[in-house]
């Protein structure tokens, strides 16, 4: 079958790093993306890794390890509006993202 | 540039109505479009998939013939709830594929549909 893995919630302080970690199974893999969705809101795309190793993007950045089934996003220098759910999305072999319920960030102060 | 919009943003209709919903890519053809449906404080479900000029894929469990979605143009999707119940209610979000950006299969969201049955 296939499957998501991400902790339900994560709470870290203002100013400081967390790392969001997703493993997943799935027929087959044509790349894996990072949504960020704030609550009521619909997701907005943060990133997407479809080879292995490590993409940057400001202050967000996407890791890949296709052996492992192994994902994670990397938060930096975190903003209380960094708080929202992170959603960890492969894309199976028919090209449709697996969704699961993603991670409830919460940044205090 | 990827901007997808949705109408309405909310909408509350009495039980037996039918309501539509419309989901536009702005800047960029989509000859795919996605809808999804979401319920407090779980994952999306993709609920059909929608290709333009031809008829919409349809996951299991949902019911076509209540989920009427119309992809006529490159650019514009629109999904129907037909004869809506209280259980219909939930927040309902388009997404478009831009085969054009640099992501080939990335998904943009339109901001979503607030449905609510009386």
């Known amino acids: 079958g296939q499957n998501i893995d991400q902790p339900t919630e994560m709470t870290a302080t203002e100013g400081a790093i967390v790392q969001i970690n997703c493993t997943y199974q799935?027929?087959?893999?044509?790349?894996l993306f990072w949504y960020q969705q704030h609550a009521g809101e619909a997701p907005t795309f943060l990133s997407y890794n479809v080879l292995d190793g490590l993409e940057e993007k400001g202050r967000f950045s996407s890791f890949l390890s296709r052996s492992k089934g192994y994902s994670y996003l990397l938060l930096k220098e975190l903003q209380m509006k960094d708080s929202a759910s992170y959603l960890c999305?492969?894309?199976?072999?028919?090209?449709?993202?697996?969704w699961g319920a993603g991670t409830k960030l919460i940044i205090k102060p | 540039g990827a901007v997808v919009s949705q109408h309405p943003s909310r909408v509350i209709c009495k039980s037996g109505t039918s309501v539509k919903i419309e989901c536009r890519s702005l800047d960029f053809q989509a000859t795919t479009m996605f809808w999804y449906r979401q319920f407090p404080k779980q994952s999306l479900m993709l609920m059909a998939t929608?290709?333009?000029?031809?008829?919409?894929?349809?996951e299991q469990g949902v019911e076509k013939d209540k989920f009427l979605i119309n992809h006529a143009s490159l650019t514009l999707s629109t999904l129907t709830v037909t004869s809506a119940h209280p259980e219909d209610s939930s927040f309902y979000i388009c997404s478009a594929r831009d085969l054009a950006g640099g992501h080939t299969d990335t998904q943009y969201f339109g901001p979503g549909t607030r449905l609510t049955v009386l």
């Open positions: 929608s290709n333009e000029g031809s008829k919409a894929t349809y």
């Open positions: 999305a492969p894309l199976d072999s028919n090209y449709q993202l697996i």
């Open positions: 799935t027929s087959g893999f044509n790349g």
